[in-house]
T-cell receptor, first 113, second 109 residues
């Protein structure tokens, strides 16, 4: 099946710094990728939809200037958490869809100290 | 609005059968997925239903009734390794998945 690769798997950063998370589709072209966030013991919540060659679409309550999304090619989408704060600590996961399945990256555990 | 409901927790015995229910109300529907997720890991695909009826895949089966906005995941011959969270998700009109809060299943010996 299709593979989505996400890096890094975990990252610890200082408050105020920025962190970039990469999501690559390895054997298929993804015009659309989705970025989710999951806080402990909660479900995955859609943050934004990343569209190749155009601006991302953000869900209500998600700050587009804080969570920068770039989808410059059909195989790569990046999420940059800018000026990270401890409350941004979470599990971030990307996904790309085919009609009958959605493929997830491995997820990134972000801890802001 | 979008609403997906499933029980928060369930407990079952090794070797038994368990059914996890999911009801949904969404503005768009392009199929319903079930995923298994272990803590700190990415979800693992279990099943996909887009038409009414039962889909069987080994020890796992999933049922869908679109008119009732209802699905269930049936796990047979439970094993200890089946202890995990099970996520019900509806695929929206934009292709994104709308997730329920997940059902934490504990399998006891």
């Amino acid at each position: 099946g299709a593979v989505v690769s996400q890096h890094p798997s975990w990252v610890i950063c200082k408050s105020g710094t920025s962190v970039k998370i990469e999501c690559r589709s390895l054997d298929f072209q993804a015009t659309t990728m989705f970025w989710y966030r999951q806080f402990p013991k909660q479900s995955l919540m859609l943050m934004a939809t990343s569209n190749e060659g155009s601006k991302a679409t953000y869900e209500q309550g998600v700050e587009k200037d804080k969570f920068l999304i770039n989808h410059a090619s059909l195989t790569l989408s990046t999420l940059t958490v800018t000026s990270a704060h401890p409350e941004d600590s979470s599990f971030y996961i990307c996904s790309a869809s085919e009609p009958a399945e959605a493929f997830f990256g491995q997820g990134t555990r972000l801890t802001v100290v | 609005g979008q609403n997906i409901d499933q029980p928060t927790e369930m407990t079952a015995t090794e070797g038994a059968i368990v059914q996890i229910n999911c009801t949904y109300q969404t503005s768009g529907f392009n199929g319903l997925f079930w995923y298994q997720q272990h803590a700190g890991e990415a979800p693992t695909f279990l099943s996909y239903n887009v038409l009414d009826g039962l889909e069987e895949k080994g020890r796992f089966s999933s049922f869908l009734s679109r008119s009732k906005g209802y699905s269930y995941l049936l796990l047979k011959e439970l094993q200890m390794k089946d202890s995990a969270s099970y996520l019900c998700a509806v695929k929206g009109s934009q292709g994104n998945l709308i997730f329920g809060k997940g059902t934490k299943l504990s399998v006891k010996p």
